[in-house]
Structures are given as structure tokens and as C-alpha cells.
Nanobody, 125 residues
Framework: VQLQASGGGLVQAGGSLRLSCAAS????????RGWFRQAPGKEREFVAG????????SVADSVKGRFTISRDVAKKTVYLQMNSLKPEDTAVYFC???????????????????WGQGTLVTVSS
């Protein structure tokens, strides 16, 4: 099972980016798909997640109203649309997946079993 994150880059404050997380392998074992980020000198934090069924999503308060998570089941890809970006959004963004059978979005990092390699987002002021 592999997760491949892409779409990061340099953007000015107020701009937008869309991150993608493509999955390959035995993806039927996936439960929740999520995005986390880690800024320099800080711990990794939950950003957004979408449940196994796609019926539930969760977004961190710090990005609520600006970031949206979605998925394309046929492409086995999850997206993170990031609008109105701020310098404090600068971080390495990681996609992840757990193996939960429940239709619940877990925000705890340790609950996730599979991780992508990360993609860097830099927001300039």
C-alpha cells in the first residue's frame, strides 16, 4: 500500500493550492483518509479527514472555512483544497490512511497506519 502526496509549492498569502494524495495497492483496507501538517519546530497536527464512506468530514478549527477535503473514489485520490492561504499554513503536508471499519474521522495521529512522503507548502507574506 502506498500513498503519494503532491501539489505543494510556493504561493503568496491569499492564494490557493490543491493537494492530492493518490493511493495504490490494497486500498480496500483503508478507512479514514486524512491530511496532517508539520511546521518547522512544531509537532505534526491534524488538518482534515474524510471517513470511509465519504459521508463525514472533519476540518481543524485553524483551517475551517478555508480548507476543504474531498475524494475521487475511482481514482483512489483524496484532495485538500486550500484557499485564502496564510503564512502560518506553511508546513510539510502529509496524507495518511487508517484501517478503521467505523465511519468516523479520527483526528489522532497515532490512529493512522499508512503515510505518504509529504509535500511542502510555503506561503509568503
Amino acid at each position: 500500500v502506498q500513498l503519494q502526496a503532491s501539489g505543494g509549492g510556493l504561493v503568496q498569502a491569499g492564494g490557493s493550492l490543491r493537494l492530492s494524495c493518490a493511493a495504490s495497492g490494497r486500498t480496500f483496507i483503508f478507512g479514514t483518509r486524512g491530511w496532517f501538517r508539520q511546521a518547522p519546530g512544531k509537532e505534526r497536527e491534524f488538518v482534515a479527514g474524510i471517513s470511509r464512506s465519504g459521508g463525514r468530514t472533519s476540518v481543524a478549527d485553524s483551517v475551517k472555512g478555508r480548507f476543504t477535503i474531498s475524494r475521487d473514489v475511482a481514482k483512489k485520490t483524496v484532495y485538500l483544497q486550500m484557499n485564502s492561504l496564510k503564512p502560518e499554513d506553511t508546513a510539510v503536508y502529509f496524507c495518511a490512511a487508517d484501517r478503521s471499519d467505523s465511519d468516523f474521522v479520527d483526528t489522532r495521529e497515532y490512529a493512522y497506519d499508512y503515510w505518504g512522503q509529504g509535500t511542502l507548502v510555503t506561503v509568503s507574506s
